[in-house]
């Protein structure tokens, strides 16, 4: 009954109204099994709420804004609950206009990818039209909030990627016209990316970060921007990097095949290494992303910071299934994962290894990155020295029974699935799942590798990473795991995380000093 990774001990959605003056508690009944959540008032008797289907049994939720879902009105008085949107659906989020009572929300078909780009429609108090704004999708970016609120009676409020920046958007809901409301407008760099953090009307706090200033790497500031006047200032100081190690990036636009892509490269000036020379002319780390559906940006990011402060060169790639990069990249990737991926991510290794001087790759990556990785060493084993491996998908057929996905691997794989009758796997599903794996590849590994696994991973159970290592100890590599009890799949514990980014760093130098 639970919602399994990162969701175990939540079973059921239970909205309860506390009443301030007497202190008393009304627990709601549920009209049917559906899971309910993010209830909002409307009126002084009216919710609104998203109910999720549960179907047969539960799917993983978290990180899946896929799942078939209905927005619903509930009228108290009646103790009735009235659907606004129909099946097929799955609604990420929704927003009152607190003026006119219109509803907007961002929709896509439910199933298929796990991440991708959304509708925009409202509903209109007047007389419950759902109305889609024209021309519009919007990006559903992996941890931040996408649907801020109204500017005014018509206007609304985004965080939305293009390319690799997120950008604050007012939209126009009648005309389907984005405005982006802050690029150009920040003085110190033209590389920023921005999120919106608060908004009240047509004011609105942001954070904005680059990994691309004019000296050093800035962490993250705080800015005010009113959407009607224009006005944007900064409200906190840019907190920058020593100037003695000034990091350096770039954006990559790239193409392969027809099919346009991007990388964002990361390096520090020349620092000592412990094994003596420059580590920043010697050594590029390739750090694929996972998903896939998801994206690298120009913000700040604490691995860059790391890896670079400590004079290495890191290649984020944003791969064709990336966000960010049009509505027509994500459904190209599937049936094609293992291959395409894995090519894109190669041919911008093998171009900035070249442009940048160094003398050597090493790769590391977490989930769909590690599976990456996994097919990066197992395809062009003599272009990597060392690589890193954070709860790897291995064996994309052996994972379908244990996972709380089962429809990713389905999906990626270019096979149909329905979450309420799952298809019953045969030879040919197999057989496709398995050709796509980056297993099949493991006797062509030379290359030390360093496995890191959550054991109570339910996304990409840690028996994927655990027999990895048993075939590649049984094949002679060198290869270590690091195995955490209490970790999940983000590997997000401070403690772990900080112990992963330190045997990463050991396992790079030491292979360097090898080589």
Known sequence: KQWY????AITAGIISILYLESGKIEVLENSDDRFVSK??????????????????????????????????????PSSTYTPLTGNGKAILDFEINKNNQNIAFLSCDAGGPHRSYFTVHVIQSSSGDVIQVPNVLVCGILGIKVLHGWIDDT????????????MAVALDTISGHKMDLLTGKMDDCEDYSFIVVDQKEHEFLFTYSSSNPISGLYQQGLGFSDALSGEVRALTSSHRTSSTTPLRSEVLELNREGRDYNAIHVRGSDVPSPAGGKTSQRTLIVFPHGGPHSAYTTAFSKHCYFFARLGFGVLL??????????????????????????????????IVRQSGGYERAVVMGGS??????????GQYPEFYSAAALRNPVIDIATMIGSTDIPDWAFYEAG?????????TPTAEIYGAMLNASPLRYVDHVVCPVLLLIGAKDMRVPPSQGIRYYQYLKSRGVEVEMKLYPEECHPLSGVECAADCLLHIYNLFTSSQTAS
């Not at 206007?155 to 997120?166: R, S, Y």
């Open 5 to 8: 990774q990162r969701r175990v």
């Open 39 to 76: 209830p909002v008032w409307y009126s002084n008797d009216e919710l609104i709420m998203i109910k999720t289907i549960q179907y047969p049994f539960k799917h993983g939720a978290i990180y899946c804004p896929n799942r078939a879902n209905m927005l619903y009105k509930y009228d108290h």
């Open 155 to 166: 206007k609304l409020l985004l965080t939305d990627l293009e390319g690799p920046h997120t």
């Open 317 to 350: 790639v944003n791969y064709t299934g990336s966000l960010g990069l049009g509505p027509d990249s994500i459904p190209a990737l599937s049936g094609h994962v293992g291959d395409m991926d894995v090519k894109d991510v190669q041919n911008a290794a093998q």
């Open 368 to 377: 769909h990155g590690g599976f990456l990785t996994a097919h990066l060493i």
């Open 415 to 423: 096979l149909p699935y329905s979450a309420a009758y799952p298809p």
